[in-house]
């Protein structure tokens, strides 16, 4: 139980174009998700945390416009990353919480993006 | 400021050689503590949650402790399959990640 997956794992794009990663629960609701995004050899970094149905809460120096998420459903949540640049090439996580976890994260297995 | 510290960054084993891996935090109404796994390429998989001073948990050849200010994993007889990146996070505000022991298990 408890499986999170994600679309795409890897993702190349072009400097200036829009991605879009999805994170799904599997097997569960998720009454919230997560967006980490990790650098090599450091730790995850949370992004913004969603409730389905609400707007996302951003961490401070996270840019809302450029990181927009959806979370449309319960099990389903979306973080399109607009106008892509360098910069943002990392390897974005999602985690997910169910309706029975009163802090236990499951996470996704991740998305490489690159950004060219 | 809410802080979370893992040692060693990388440690080195013999196949059946155990030892502990350590996690020290320093945050405000910790809610709990949580390791996880993650191996190259992949996202972190869960392996325990602790809440209390004097919890341990345990999982095949893993044991989880935790007291006030730091937490253990310890690992008897690994096998080269538990080669991957432990992480160590606490629950505040947010949850709080460490930057991991990143093990290799030597045949």
């Known amino acids: 139980g408890a499986v999170v997956s994600q679309h795409p794992s890897r993702v190349i794009c072009k400097s200036g174009t829009s991605v879009k990663i999805e994170c799904r629960s599997l097997d569960f609701q998720a009454t919230t998700m997560f967006w980490y995004r990790q650098f090599p050899k450091q730790s995850l970094m949370l992004m913004a945390t969603s409730n389905e149905g609400s707007k996302a809460t951003y961490e401070q120096g996270v840019e809302k416009d450029k990181f927009l998420i959806n979370h449309a459903s319960l099990t389903l949540s979306t973080l399109t990353v607009a106008s892509a640049h360098p910069e943002d090439s990392s390897f974005y996580i999602c985690?997910?919480?169910?309706?029975?976890?009163?802090?236990?994260?499951?996470f996704g297995p991740g998305t490489r993006l690159t950004v060219t | 400021e809410d802080q979370v510290t893992q040692s060693p960054e990388a440690l080195r084993l013999q196949e059946g050689e155990s030892s502990s891996l350590n996690c020290s935090y320093t945050v405000s109404g910790l809610r709990g503590l949580f390791w996880y796994r993650q191996d190259p390429g992949k996202g972190p998989e869960f392996l325990f949650t602790?809440?209390?001073a004097g919890e341990e948990k345990e999982k095949e050849r893993l044991k989880a402790t935790l007291t006030k200010k730091e937490s253990f994993l310890h690992i008897t007889a690994p096998k080269p399959e538990d080669s991957a990146t432990y992480l160590c996070a606490v629950q505040a505000d947010k949850l709080i990640f460490g930057t991991g022991t990143r093990l290799q298990v030597f045949p």
């Open positions: 985690s997910a919480r169910g309706w029975d976890s009163v802090y236990e994260q499951y």
């Open positions: 602790l809440y209390s």
